[in-house]
């Protein structure tokens, strides 16, 4: 396991819903990105926090938005939902900054079926 | 961020060796090569990660061809818990200190008894 806890694991909206999913970074980490996993398909890079600001985002639109708070955790809301928004969502952390070795820790997902 | 190809499937044998290549041709000078593997409905997990040299950890071992173009991750005796999908990803920092993982579709290893 790595340290990075995830919730819900699984739940279901339907379109034009809003969800907020929820990710705590291991300790000691001080950046938080997101990433969205379709059936079969790779993650694909959503945004990064750092600092409680977004510092990198992927090619998604604006209603995918998100928070870090000063414990570094983090939230990834979507608004206005729609169906190809089904997915795994993973949030993973790591420590920016000279110590940063590129490597990610994970946590297990968000499973988000829209309906 | 530079492409990765990497074979959709392959299969190997419980206790041996496991070779997964990966293709990155249009890596720049600067780019590291990463592995993760994904077992099903679980997080992406680290594996080793390199920029010219060879690598080994307790996990794999990692080539990198002289010219950077392709790589190779080897799982010296494959068992059936390294059954999982495989990506190779050539990873860019940006300024900041952050970095993003782009990843491809991997490999599906299956390792069979």
């Known amino acids: 396991e790595t340290g990075v806890t995830q919730s819900p694991t699984h739940l279901i909206k339907t379109r034009g819903q809003q969800v907020t999913l929820r990710c705590s970074s291991q300790s000691g980490h001080n950046t938080v990105s997101w990433y969205q996993q379709a059936l079969g398909q790779g993650p694909q890079f959503i945004f990064q926090y750092y600092r409680e600001e977004e510092n990198g985002r992927g090619n998604f639109p604006p209603r995918f938005s998100g928070l870090q708070f000063p414990n570094y955790s983090s939230e990834l809301n979507v608004n206005a939902l729609e169906l190809d928004d089904s997915a795994l969502y993973l949030c993973?952390?790591?420590?920016?900054?000279?110590?940063?070795?590129?490597?990610?820790?994970f946590g297990e997902g968000s499973r988000l079926t829209v309906l | 961020d530079a492409k990765t190809t990497q074979p959709t499937s392959m299969d190997c044998a419980e206790g041996r060796a496991a070779n997964l290549p990966c293709n990155h041709s249009?890596?720049?000078?600067?780019?590291?090569v990463y592995w993760y593997r994904q077992i099903h409905s679980q997080g992406p997990q680290y594996i080793i990660h390199g920029l010219k040299n060879n690598e080994t950890n307790e996990m794999a071992s990692l080539i990198i061809t002289e010219d950077r173009k392709s790589s190779t991750l080897i799982l010296p005796h494959a068992t059936l818990r390294d059954t999982a999908v495989y990506y190779c990803i050539v990873i860019s920092f940006w300024a900041g200190g952050g970095n993003k993982l782009t990843f491809g579709t991997g490999t599906q290893l299956k390792v069979e008894l």
């Open positions: 249009t890596i720049s000078g600067n780019e590291y």
């Open positions: 993973a952390s790591f420590k920016a900054g000279r110590a940063n070795t590129g490597e990610l820790f």
